[in-house]
């Protein structure tokens, strides 16, 4: 098996996909397609580590699906689908559990935040999430993974796992010819001035799904009206904007709003507090509303017109899942040898060659 390049990511159908997934992940998708292999998934099994409505969770996957494709990403090219129809995401996950440690998954501040006060009452499924997220990468031995800020430490669980894995099956991991260990390190890549979008409601909280206020984030599907709503109630500060980063220091509504012009207009933040430097927010509130609608409402329009047609989404998704099983199949099967598991030497050339296709 080659080592070759690819990226791996995963949004949850957990709701409404907001300015902070698009320009923290999604946009970044859509980048590394020119450079990449890139597998994009819908990962309804990270959703259901919190309540989600059945119904509710199987309209969210065609929607992230919808808003996947309306962005950019190209699912001939590359491969998007839904977690649970690949059974390899489970699969591994339980044998990385059995490789994580305790201690490793209490220091995850997702869980901590996540589960508030009531931890007793969490999932188990919310505890392990980090597991489950290292099995999705690595069933695809991705050696990049386009995130937000907040992910980061999961990534850097991720990468302790693999690691951990190479060296307790170092022995088998060499029978299996792999010289250099089985997984590769994956590494984050988290760059740009929107990579930890904040809520217009408090700028030192992340702007989220399941933030119980629809005022604190943007969404993509929300329409001209009602961004520039939002965006008037955008929390600020008595004082105009500052001309340079520094003055930004202890005004994280300020930092935010400038965060978000910034990356929308794909300029450096340095660039938008010179032009707006000692501006009044109502005059700069008023140009990032025209921004955001003329860059979100192509995207909502499109979305709308894709998600009319379910059955070509649900196309997408049992295409892509077929050619992602191919893919974590192989993976799948050197780890069971690897980690001696018996089973048929059944690995068909049929499925080596449709993985290597990709
Ligand atoms: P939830 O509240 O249900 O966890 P979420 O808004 O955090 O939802 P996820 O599906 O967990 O969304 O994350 C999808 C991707 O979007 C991840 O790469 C994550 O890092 C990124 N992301 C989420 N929120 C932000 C944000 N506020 N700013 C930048 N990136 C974000
Ligand atoms: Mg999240």
Not at 44 to 49: E, G, L, P, R, Y
């Amino acid at each position: 098996m080659s080592t070759e390049k690819r990226v791996f990511s995963g949004v949850q159908p957990t709701g409404n996909l907001h300015l902070g997934n698009y320009l923290g992940a999604i946009t970044k998708f859509v980048a590394l397609q020119d450079t990449y292999n890139c597998i994009y998934c819908v990962v309804d099994m990270h959703a259901i580590t919190v309540w989600q409505d059945p119904a509710a969770l199987r309209s969210s996957t065609r929607e992230v699906t919808a808003a996947f494709i309306a962005s950019g990403v190209d699912p001939k090219k590359h491969i998007i689908f839904n977690q649970s129809q690949v059974s390899a995401h489970a699969e591994l996950a339980w044998i990385l559990n059995c490789v994580a440690r305790v201690g490793w998954l209490n220091r995850m501040t997702q869980f901590k935040d996540k589960a508030g006060k009531d931890r007793e009452n969490a999932s188990v499924g919310l505890y392990v999430y980090p597991v489950l997220m290292a099995a999705d990468i690595l069933a695809y031995r991705a050696t990049h993974v386009p995130v937000g800020d907040d992910q980061k430490q999961h990534l850097e669980l991720a990468r302790d796992i693999a690691q951990k894995f190479n060296v307790d099956f170092a022995e088998t991991i060499s029978a299996e010819g792999f010289a250099e260990g089985f997984f590769p390190q994956p590494e984050p890549l988290i760059s740009g001035p929107a990579t930890r979008v904040m809520s217009l409601r408090d700028g030192r909280a992340k702007m989220s799904k399941s933030d119980p206020s629809d005022l604190s984030r943007i969404n993509i599907a929300d329409d001209a009206e009602t961004i520039a709503k939002k965006i008037k109630k955008a929390k600020t500060d008595p004082e105009p904007l500052p001309s340079d980063k520094k003055g930004l220091e202890g005004r994280p509504e300020a930092e935010n709003l400038a965060g978000i012009y910034a990356a929308l207009s794909e300029q450096t933040l340095e660039a938008v507090l010179r032009e707006f430097g000692g501006a009044q927010f109502s005059k700069f509130k008023n140009a990032l509303i025209d921004l955001a609608v003329e860059k979100l409402g192509p995207i909502r329009a499109e979305m709308k017109r894709i998600s009319a047609d379910s059955a070509y989404i649900d196309g997408v998704l049992s295409d892509g899942a077929e050619r992602a099983s191919c893919i974590a199949g192989e993976t799948m099967h050197h780890v069971r040898n690897i980690v001696g598991f018996v089973q048929a030497e059944k690995f068909a050339p049929k499925h080596a060659k449709l993985a290597a296709r990709h």
